[in-house]
């Protein structure tokens, strides 16, 4: 099993930047690609970006630009730079790994509990 732990969220005004991690613990052997979610109030979690075992990365058009996915794996954990936060950034962010070595926007087979952004404008 995985435990993914998130860290980092917060209230931010509208131009501002904050660092998410999410620390892996377990059975990290098996993590393939991770990956940052994130779901607002009354809509649907939305894939924003993702990073595959080899480095290759995804982000979701909305945030293109402005956040950037890494990956420590010496340190188990993975991070997101967000910059110019907007208040539609504004959403629980959650960490998710999966034992596939490729990016998908579904099939996360283990997740974290989430952290909170707040943008205000």
């Known amino acids: 099993q995985v435990q993914l732990v998130e860290s980092g969220g917060g209230l931010v005004q509208a131009g501002g930047s904050l660092r998410l991690s999410c620390a892996a613990s377990?059975?990290?052997?098996?993590?393939?690609?991770m990956a940052w979610y994130r779901q607002a109030p009354g809509k649907e979690r939305e894939l924003v970006a993702g990073?595959?075992?080899?480095?290759?990365?995804y982000y979701a058009d909305s945030v293109k630009g402005r956040f950037t996915i890494s990956r420590d794996n010496a340190k188990n954990t993975l991070y997101v730079q967000m910059n110019s936060l907007k208040p539609e950034d504004t959403a629980m962010y959650y960490c998710?790994?999966?034992?596939?070595?490729?990016?998908?926007?579904?099939?996360?087979?283990?997740w974290g509990q989430g952290t909170q952004v707040t943008v205000s404008s």
């Open positions: 990073i595959s075992s080899g480095g290759s990365t």
């Open positions: 998710a790994a999966r034992r596939g070595a490729i990016v998908t926007m579904r099939g996360y087979d283990y």
């Open positions: 377990g059975s990290i052997f098996s993590i393939g690609a």
